[in-house]
């Protein structure tokens, strides 16, 4: 069976594409390289033993996609491809709706006209908005989102259900990720943002490697244990292991399904601090700062639906998560870049 997988050079989709791979699926990358690096591929090969595909494609280039999907047999798509920095999306909504919202129309058209009707989809905690109580939970109305970038996860749901609706043959995945951290336990792949992370956890790493020089805490006076935000923080190893389930269920079944890709417990800011020390036995400097605009004091996944309708449950703990962040950070200080 070959997955097509969008965006596979990037954070989540490379750990996934690794998991595909040893799970036995031919496995076909489609990525721009506007947020990955080539070196990925030979990783990826590294760790696994096995061979992909990998074609240097825009989703934005129908003509090139259509090469990509007419050429070969693709049973199912994961579809990572995307931009994902929540400021920037403040800035460049246009290029936010542009890339995410006409690429996976092109891409679904494409897959569509060649014979491809399964698609995952890498969606985000963020539609469920402000509105919600916690434990989000998928029979939840959505929200309203925070940012443009949000949006273009709310509205690519939206898009992708009504194509379903016209298309009753279609199987359509969305699966919505919470807080993705961690690394491949290999140390050879892991996350690597360009420029000042906006993120938890690569702040946290960068830190600790003496790139920066300490971390912000944005904000100690939310209404939380500790007066600091909580989130739900997963293994991006489980969360690849939840798309190879995903992949496994969009073959037996037609519709449109939600499942939340979460652990079920939230973490504070400090808390992860904390553990980050406790786990590696290092110092991470930091400083309280004004809360940042946007975020929500706490939220966590209920991921009852995925432990049934998937089998899927998050096996890695925050230790884990901790000791596989610094593992990749440490071994590879800049990055792809030193490749
Ligand atoms: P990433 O930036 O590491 O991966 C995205 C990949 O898509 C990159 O390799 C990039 O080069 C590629 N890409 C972007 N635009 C493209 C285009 N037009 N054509 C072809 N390739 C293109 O991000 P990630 O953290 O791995 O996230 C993957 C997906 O999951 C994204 O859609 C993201 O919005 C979503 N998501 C991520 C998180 C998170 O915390 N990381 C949370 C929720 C949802
Ligand atoms: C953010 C996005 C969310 C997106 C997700 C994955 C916002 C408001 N939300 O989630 O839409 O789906 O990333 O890309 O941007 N923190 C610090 N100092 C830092 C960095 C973060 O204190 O330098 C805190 C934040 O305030 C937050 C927590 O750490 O409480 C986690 O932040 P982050 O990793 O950016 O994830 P989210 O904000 O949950």
């Given at each position: 069976m070959t997955v097509l997988v969008t965006g596979g050079l990037g954070y989540i989709g490379s750990h996934t594409v690794v998991e595909l791979l040893n799970s036995g699926y031919e496995v076909i990358v489609i990525d721009n390289l506007y947020n990955s690096y080539p070196e990925v591929e030979g990783r990826i090969k590294e760790i696994t033993g096995k061979d992909l595909t990998f074609i240097k494609c825009d989703i934005l280039d129908k003509a090139a996609l259509d090469l990509v999907t007419s050429k070969r047999e693709i049973d199912c798509c994961i579809h990572f491809a995307g931009l994902k920095a929540v400021g920037e999306s403040v800035q460049k909504p246009l290029l936010y709706y542009e890339n995410n919202?006409?690429?996976?129309?092109?891409?679904?058209?494409?897959?569509?006209?060649?014979?491809c009707k399964k698609i995952i989809f890498s969606s985000s905690a963020t539609v469920y908005g402000e509105e919600n109580d916690i434990p989000y939970i998928e029979t939840m109305k959505k929200g309203t989102c925070s940012s443009p970038y949000g949006w273009t996860k709310s509205m690519i749901e939206q898009i992708l259900t009504d194509a379903n609706t016209a298309d009753p043959e279609l199987s359509v995945v969305l699966l919505r990720y919470f807080n993705p951290i961690g690394a491949h336990p290999s140390g050879r792949i892991g996350?690597?943002?360009?420029?000042?992370?906006?993120?938890?956890?690569?702040?946290?790493?960068?830190?600790?490697?003496?790139?920066?020089?300490?971390?912000?805490?944005?904000?100690?006076?939310?209404?939380?244990?500790?007066?600091?935000?909580?989130r739900d923080y997963i293994h991006v190893v489980d969360l690849a292991e939840g798309h190879v389930k995903a992949v496994e269920y969009a073959a037996?079944?037609?519709?449109?399904?939600?499942?939340?890709?979460?652990?079920?417990?939230?973490y504070s800011v400090l808390e992860i601090v904390n553990a980050f020390e406790k786990a590696n036995g290092i110092e991470v400097k930091y400083e309280f700062g004004a809360r940042r605009a946007g975020d929500l004091p706490e939220f966590w996944a209920n991921s009852d639906k995925a432990k049934k309708e998937l089998g899927w449950t998050a096996?890695?703990?925050?230790?884990?998560?901790?000791?596989?962040?610094?593992?990749?950070?440490?071994?590879?200080?800049?990055g792809y870049r030193e490749d």
């Open positions: 919202i006409t690429g996976t129309i092109n891409l679904v058209n494409s897959l569509t006209e060649n014979g996350e690597d943002p360009q420029g000042i992370p906006n993120n938890l956890m690569p702040y946290i790493s960068q830190v600790a490697v003496g790139r920066r020089d300490h971390l912000t805490i944005f904000g100690n006076d939310y209404k939380t244990p500790d007066g600091t935000c909580r037996k079944n037609k519709g449109t399904s939600i499942f939340n890709l979460g652990t079920g417990t939230p096996k890695k703990n925050l230790e884990d998560m901790c000791r596989d962040s610094w593992n990749w950070q440490k071994n590879n200080p800049n």
